[in-house]
């Protein structure tokens, strides 16, 4: 396993709402668009980098 690899994890629009008006944000998260995911998490929702969120909430 390649530790250098990102990791996200799924967030769904309530969740990220707070996190939107970061700076940051648009270069840690990515809005699913992909059919498969879609269909599975739904609308609105997010990959957010999980290393951003751990050095925004762990400061």
């Known amino acids: 396993m390649n530790k250098n690899k990102d990791l996200f994890t799924v967030m769904g629009s309530e969740e990220v709402k707070f996190l939107m008006s970061d700076p940051n944000f648009c270069k840690n998260a990515i809005l699913i668009d992909n059919k498969d995911m879609y269909n599975e998490y739904g609308t609105n929702t997010y990959l957010v ?11």
């Open 49 to 59: 980098r999980i290393s951003w969120l751990n050095n925004k909430f762990n400061k």
